[in-house]
Structure formats: C-alpha cells, structure tokens
C-alpha cells in the first residue's frame, strides 16, 4: 500500500533532531558553501526531510533538538553519557545553521532546559496520539522504541539517512520479542554502554530476555531474586538492585514534559517561497532549489523575435559595434557535432534589449557576422564557448575577445564540485526557472539573460581573487583548444589494425598456454572460473575473498608471483586486452572519416588542480611504460609529408614550481646551477658525493623528490621502494633535515589550508579542502597531502595553459606553416613544416620557457619524429 493513500488519520512526522544531524554528518562527505562553512550535516538532514515528504506525505511535522544544559538524567547520575566523545568540529556549527534553515522553511522546533530530544519525542507522541493523530518518529536513535503503540511508530535510519525501517507492536516483538514498554525493563537489566547507564554487572541481552519472559517485568525480578537460576546472578541482583532501578529511570522516556503545542500550527506548507529558496542559495544546495516557486518563470513571449535577412546584416553590424558586446549561440543541424561546422541557426541578443535576433546562414556565413565574431573590440558573452568556436572555424572564423562563458566562471569558483548543468547555473543565481519552456525557447531566454548571469558572476570572481585568471588565462585559452579540437592529429589506421592483430594472436598463445598450465579450458575474463581454477585445481593459497568467492584482483596476482607459472601468463592476458580493447580497437571508430584524423576532446572544467583533461579519447591516458603501449603511439603521426611532429616537454615543472614556491635554497641552488636534482638529493639524503651517486641511489631520490612534493607518507614511500616503512621515514627525515625550507613551506601551507579552507597557485586558482579538518585521520591525512600538491600541481597547470596561449599568439603572428595537436601532462605536441622547423622550434622554445618568471630557470626539452613514437631529441640552431 502506497504511503500517500487516503489517510484515516492524519499524520504527525515527530524528528530527532540531533539524532539525524550527526547520521547526515558521517553519511555524506564534508561540503562547504561558498563562504567556506561546513554544509554536508544540513544538506544530507533537508535532503531526507524532503525525502520525507515526498514518500509520506505527512499532514505536521516537528523536530526536537537537544539543550547543552545538563538534563535531569545528569542530576540523578553524574556520569550519565560521560563517555560520549566529543561531537566533530567541523558538525558543531552546522547545527545552528541547520536550525535556521528550518526556520526559513517555517517548521516548527523544540528544545527544552533540563530535558532530552528523545523527552519531547514521548511527550508530543503522547500528546498527539490522544489527539487523534497518526504519529511517526523518526530517528537514528533505538531508545524510542519503548514509545510504539498503536498508533505511534517509529522510523529508524538503519544506515545513513535513506534507509528506513518501520517499528510497529508487530516489529518491535518480532525484533526483541518483548512488548516496547519492557524494553525499559532490559534496558535496567543490561544497561546501556552508549550512554554510559550501567545496568547490572553480568546481565546481556540473552540474560535479560530470559528474566523478563520467566518474571514479567524488572520489579517482579528484583522481588524475587532468591527464585533467579546462577549464584553469581543472585548476587549482583542483590548487590546491584538500586543500580538497576536508576537505569530504569535514566533509560525511561519521559512522556509528560510541560510543553504547550498547538498540532494544528504545524503545516508543512507555511514557508515563503523567495525566503527558503535565499537560504538554499546562500547554502550551496543548488539541486534543491527546483523545490520552491519562488523562480520568475522564464517568459519567451516577453522576447520579441527578429529574423536577420542578409540586408540586415550591415545596419546590425554597426549597431554591434555601437553596443561594444554581443551574446552570441549556436545551433547545429540535427545529428551534427561541434566539429561537423554544420551550422542551422545563430542566436544573437543585445544587452538590456528584450530582443533576440535570428540568422539563418546559407552556403557561407555573411561577412557582417564575420567581422562581428572575428572583432578584437567587440565582447562576446557566450554559453558553450569552445563548443561555438570549433564550429565556426570550420568556416574559417576565429572568435575572438570572449569575455563570459558562465559554466568556466563556476568551475573557478566550485572547482571540487561536479560541473552543473547550465540551466541549474541560471536557477541558482537567477532564480529563473525554465521548467515549462521547450528546448528551443530555453536556449532563447538563456541567451538574454547572459548579461544579467555575468554581472552575478564576475563579482563573485573577483570576491575570490579569480578574475585574472579567468580573463587573462582560461578565457582566453578557449580559442587555443578550439584550434587544438580542429586541427585533430593524423592516425595510421592500418598500424593500428596490425597492431591489433599481433595483439590477438599474441593473446591466443596466452590463453592455449594458460588452458595447459591449468589442464582443463577456462574463461581467463571470468574471476569466479579463475578462482576456482588457481585454488581449488591448483592448490594455490588463498590471499583474499569477496561476498562472491576468491578475489584474484592485481594485488592478489602479485602475491601470488613466484608460487605457480601460470600467474604471469594471467597478468600479461589482464595487461594486453586492456590495452588492446581500450586503446588500439577503440581508437579506429573515432577517426573522422573526412579529415583522417581522431579529435579528441580537451576539456577545461573537469580536474580540481586546473589540469586539461581529454576525452572522446583520452589521450593522456595511453601507457607508455611498456613496449605495447608505446606501440600505440606510433599511430599518430603528421598530417602531411612535408611536416614533422615536434614534441616540447616541461622538465620537471613541478619540482621547479616546489623549488620556487617553498623558496628552499639548497634546491634553488640545484637548479639554477644546472645540477640534476634527483642526483643532488641522492648525495645530500645517501651522504654520498654527487659523482657517487649510482643509478639505483638516483632512482631512489627520484621516489623521493616526487614523492615529498606529493605529500607522500613513510608507509607510501616504503611501498613505492619496497623498503620497510623505518628506513623510509629515515629518508624522509634526512630529506626535511638537508632541505629545511621544504618542511617549514609544507607545514605553513597546511597550517595556511586549515584557516581558510583552501589551497592556492601562483596565479589565485583555489581549490576547497574542507577535509583538511576533519576528525577522521585518514581524510585529514588526505588532505593534508592535497593541500601540500595542489599549490605545485595547480600552478604547473597554469604555466602550461599560460605557455600555450603565448606560443599561440607568437605562432600567429609569426605565420608558421604549424599546428597544434596535443597537450599531454607537461607535454606539446606540434606538426610544423621541415622547411620550418628550427624557426618555429626556437621561438616555441623562447615562449614556454620564459611564460612564468620563477625562483629557478623553466626549461623544455625538445624531439622530432616522423610519429609520436619514434621520437629523438632535436637541439636548436641558434646560429641559424
């Protein structure tokens, strides 16, 4: 029977409100709203209460809460829940923000000097029961199950927030087989460890159970204690019979507190709409927001349309330039992707104009809207941006001075957060909803209020000493990716396919060997046949087991190497049909039929640190530790025979940007003398000289430079160079002793993360760390570790982003016959004519390393190759 059928009675929805709080604080991860306060506690507790709502459909509602004051339990027994820990830092002040909340939503609250939550609870049950209602508590605490009845029951958050029992007479006996007014009774028999009330030394829950269904009731046990079987029994009921009737009453729910309620004033309905929804935004609980009708229904009839004939274009030109800025939308024709350029609609609007304008382009777009987009003096506000500007380079149109794209503003300011959808940007900060509009009308609307969404933006990005960065760096770098998008890079089908062929032949010598070592055919892609097979036929012991039989994950494998020939065969299978499914079959589907060529996407708003990512393929992701991945790249080779690829690689970027940012003087002294670092840590961390440093030494160093940088721990670091975990905090210890001003820059920068609740680059890109005060060791480990790499992976990014738009405006300028292809880890790729090479390598070399002024000099490596494989290193002729 559904929840929300007709009630004979109506329902009153009874919360605890301290009980929820903490279940929503450990049943979500830490948030925090723009203001950097702690919100995953109210979030996950307005969460479920619309949950309830929803699947209920109560008539009233209220929540009880908690005083500090000491309640009368604490009078009687002064150790009464003395052994609670202390409530988490990062939940105390969400419980007030909490209650404020459910003020603006007009439910009702209460707390009372001298009582508990779970006190209320019993006395408006009680209360209301008599009054005719149905009653529900809701809570995570088992003590109210004494209070069911027949009509009160109890609804008890099993796990987390969402996963709700009901407690009726029926349930309470089949769990505990005693009715809900002698779980009182066990309670004094047994005690209760999680507040602290100690009931009678001995006495269990089997105990107790089997007392009470031989006597009734506590009372009657104590008066007849001679009659108890066991004379150790006997004795502590004797000895402990006070101590037993206290926990009785400690344990007992009152049900008469002096309160005065009206059940009637406790609608659910009573709040403002425009009020709750100002709290919601102020909050960050953005995916809420649709609940209320507070949003000014985005009206199209309001917008007058305006269709642009080609005649038009001249006077709308001029009238473009007069206004100084455009918001500018596209839409492709059906079935086409940004890179298709197939263009059915422009959608155009003027700021504080009630106006949208229309183009329909033919054959070619007009050179008026040309030189509109192309405008260096004219802003563009768009939604999509890099999406529109790949389209339009197909027509062979640059936009140019994009000065707003909203989601880009959004990821700078929440960039730990998953990307909104745009229309939740416009609901948050606009308050508009779009909810009764059709697709064609939204994107109408949404266009004319660019403007009024930019001027909500920016200021919040300067707030957040962002908008820099965000004009002068990721705004800008738009156009780069576009061009990246469009040019594409060259893929040589055919090797793929070769590739992929000896890949499998190779995969069926593994399978028919591993079918032999076995004696018997298997599916090697199977972890439930494999199991079966290496311990039950072949004997091999047993590391791990999951709900469903053996575990024979990657680090089961490992601990098994050594133990049985067939192990290996199983790792090469795993490491080679990854790589064959992943990678060389899934690249040829992708190639463009048109241009020959794969290209991938290169998206801005996805890593927390400002690093690019690609997908549609990941082409940072393509192994190249091993012979077959390397294989893979030798596909991707230049477009045309005159050119060569030219590949240009940061060295060691970050640990230069971990030299400058901590300003140590040894590892300044490092590299600007032009020492490898990795080998001068050997020598300082080893004690040897530097021209004593063996390979090994050096690739232990090596560990240890990244590692530090990382935040690494002993543990992770003894993993890393499987060595104890003793001798790895040795090394650590020596590293911070040599090189003193890592340590002090580490230990402020956590110290600097835990007061603002943020990490930051050089150039102001933050990122939100609310873990990094958690009372978890484990997450404020974590996070700790992120606030030390964030700084130096977060500013490598901006200098690379930074590079790539001062090579790309140099490269214009200069009017090579150049493209460029991919941007990879620390890494560009460029095809560049033969013919050209040394000029354009000089001055790409010039750009990337002279982008950012540091502590300690940038410095790229270069190499030249017919493909992305077979590459060599390449030295510039500066004499040339």
């Known amino acids: ?62 929540i009880t809460f908690d005083k500090k004051a000491p309640t009368f339990r604490h009078e009687e027994y002064e150790d009464y829940k003395g052994n609670r820990k202390k409530m988490p830092e990062e939940l105390v002040p969400q419980i007030p923000l909490l209650q404020q909340t459910i003020e603006k939503l007009k439910i009702p609250m209460m707390a009372k000097e001298g009582y508990e939550a779970d006190d209320l609870l019993g006395t408006l049950s009680k209360e209301a029961e008599e009054d005719g209602y149905k009653v529900y508590i809701v809570t995570g605490d088992r003590d109210a199950l004494q209070l069911v009845s027949e009509n009160v029951n109890v609804l008890y958050t099993r796990k987390g927030i969402s996963d709700l029992v009901k407690f009726d007479l029926d349930k309470v006996m089949e769990k505990y087989e005693l009715t809900p007014e002698k779980l009182i009774d066990r309670k004094g028999l047994m005690g209760d460890s999680s ?73 659910l309905d009573l709040y403002d709409d425009q009020e709750a929804a100002e709290q919601f935004e102020k909050l960050g609980f953005t995916s809420l927001l649709d609940r209320f009708d507070f949003k000014e229904e985005a009206n199209f009839e309001d917008l007058e349309i305006e269709e642009l004939k080609e005649s038009d274009l001249k006077d709308f030109k001029e009238k473009i330039i007069k206004a100084g800025k455009i918001a500018v939308a596209l839409k492709l024709e059906k079935g086409n992707k940004a890179i298709s350029g197939k263009i059915e609609e422009f959608i155009f609007s003027i700021e504080n104009e009630d106006k949208i304008y229309l183009y329909y382009p033919e054959d070619k777009i007009n050179l008026e809207i040309k030189e509109i987009l192309e405008s260096e003096r004219i802003e563009k506000i768009m939604l999509n941006a890099k999406e529109v500007s790949l389209s339009l380079l197909n027509h ?78 990721e705004l800008p770098l738009i156009k780069v990716l576009a061009r990246m998008e469009y040019n594409g890079v060259k893929v040589d089908k055919k090797w793929l396919n070769s590739l992929s062929e000896r890949l499998g032949k190779r995969l069926d010598i593994i399978v028919d060997k591993a079918h032999e070592l076995a004696g018997e055919e298997f599916n090697l892609n199977s972890p439930k046949q494999l199991g079966e097979i290496l311990f039950e036929k072949l004997g091999l012991p047993v590391i791990k087991r999951t709900k469903t039989g053996y575990s024979t994950n990657a680090s089961v494998l490992e601990k098994l190497e050594g133990k049985h020939e067939i192990i290996p ?54 192994p190249i530790r091993t012979e077959e991945g390397r294989e893979i790249r030798k596909a991707f080779i230049p477009s045309r025979e005159e ?177 460029i292809l991919l941007q990879v880890h620390d890494e560009l790729v460029f095809e560049v004519n033969k013919n050209q090479l040394d000029q354009a390598a000089k001055l790409i070399k010039e750009k990337m390393e002279n982008t950012t002024k540091l502590d300690v000099p940038l410095l790229v490596d270069l190499q030249i190759g017919e493909n992305w494989r077979d590459k060599e290193d390449y030295e510039v002729n500066y004499n040339a």
């Open 643 to 819: 050119m060569i690829l030219l590949a240009v690689d940061y060295s060691q970027i970050e640990l230069r940007v971990f030299a400058h940012l901590s300003g140590d003087e040894k590892l300044k002294e490092a590299f600007n003398s032009g020492a490898d670092i990795h080998t001068e840590t050997a020598a300082e961390v080893f004690e040897v000289a530097p021209e004593e440093v063996s390979p090994n030494l050096r690739r232990h160093a090596k560990v240890i430079n990244f590692g530090i940088a990382y935040g690494m721990s002993a543990y992770g670091l003894s993993q890393d160079l499987d060595i104890p975990v003793e001798e790895a905090q040795e090394y650590i210890d020596k590293y911070f002793e040599r090189f003193s001003g890592v340590k002090e820059y580490m230990d402020q920068t956590i110290t600097k993360v835990k007061e603002c609740g943020y990490a930051e680059t050089m150039f102001g890109r933050r990122r939100y760390i609310p873990e990094i005060n958690s009372s978890n060791y484990h997450r404020r480990s974590f996070a700790e570790r992120t606030a030390v790499n964030t700084p130096i992976q977060g500013t490598a990014a901006d200098i690379m982003k930074k590079s790539m738009l001062d090579v790309y405006d140099a490269l214009k300028e200069a009017d090579f016959d150049l493209n």
């Open 195 to 267: 507040d602290n009330i100690p009931g009678v030394p001995g006495i269990g829950k089997k105990t107790a159970l089997k007392l009470l269904k031989e006597f009734g009731t506590m009372e009657e046990i104590l008066a007849n204690i001679d009659k108890v079987s066991g004379k150790k029994r006997k004795e502590n009921l004797h000895k402990y019979a006070d101590q037993a009737r206290m926990s009785y009453r400690l344990g007992k729910i009152k049900r008469d507190v002096p309160i005065d309620i009206n059940f009637d004033k406790c609608r």
């Open 1 to 62: 029977m559904s929840n929300k059928e007709n009630k004979e009675k109506k329902t009153l929805f009874l919360l605890d409100g301290h009980s929820l709080t903490h279940r929503a604080f450990y049943a979500l991860p830490l948030l925090t709203n723009d203001d950097g306060e702690y919100t995953n506690a109210v979030f996950g507790f307005i969460r479920m209460l619309f949950s309830l709502n929803d699947e209920w459909n109560p008539d009233r509602m209220i």
């Open 396 to 473: 062979q149109i640059e936009i140019l001075n994009i000065s707003f794209e909203p989601l880009l503003a959004y990821y700078l300011l929440q960039p730990s957060s998953s990307l909104p959808e745009v229309e939740e940007v416009f609901s948050h900060k606009l308050t508009i909803s779009f909810d009764q509009l059709e697709t064609e009308k939204k994107e109408a609307v949404k266009i004319s209020k660019l403007f009024e969404l930019k001027e909500k933006l920016l200021p919040e990005l300067e707030k957040n000493n962002l908008l820099k960065l965000y004009q002068e760096i």
């Open 569 to 622: 065969l199983i790792s090469e299978y795993r490491e080679l049909a990854k790589l064959k499914s992943t990678y060389i079959d899934s690249l040829p589907p992708l190639i463009n039929e048109e241009t020959g060529k794969i290209h991938t996407s290169f998206n801005q708003m996805v890593t927390a640190t400002g690093r690019l990512s690609s997908t549609d393929p990941n082409l940072q992701n393509i």
